[in-house]
């Protein structure tokens, strides 16, 4: 069973940095695409950072520079680094893996992340 859990949401500062992590388990995450998705109200979720299962990063344009996404095949983890977070990076974030080559994939629940000004 394909399970991705999100973790390090919470309150966060204008201006200030974040740490997400994603524990992923059930798939093999060195074969696997694990993107970071943002979701606010009443707005589709939209993908932010992409790393493929062999260290490849793509970025949304609206976050390059300040989001980056890096991977740990041997804890099993995929993180989302944010700096100089801004009010408009207010959003539930998701965390999404994809087995490159079978398919299988799995979606996290979510963590929330509300930056105050």
């Known amino acids: 069973q394909v399970q991705l859990k999100e973790s390090g949401g919470g309150l966060v500062q204008n201006g200030g940095s974040l740490r997400l992590s994603c524990a992923v388990s059930?798939?093999?995450?060195?074969?696997?695409?694990v993107s970071w998705y943002a979701q606010t109200d009443g707005n589709q979720r939209r993908r932010l950072a992409r790393i493929d299962y062999g260290g490849e990063k793509d970025y949304e344009d609206s976050v390059r520079g300040r989001f980056t996404i890096s991977r740990d095949n041997i804890e099993r983890m995929v993180y989302l680094d944010i700096n100089n977070v801004k009010p408009e990076d207010t959003a539930i974030y998701y965390c999404?893996?994809?087995?490159?080559?079978?398919?299988?994939?799995?979606w996290g629940e979510g963590t929330q992340v509300t930056v105050t000004s």
């Open positions: 999404h893996g994809v087995n490159h080559f079978t398919g299988v994939e799995g």
């Open positions: 059930g798939i093999n995450i060195a074969l696997s695409d």
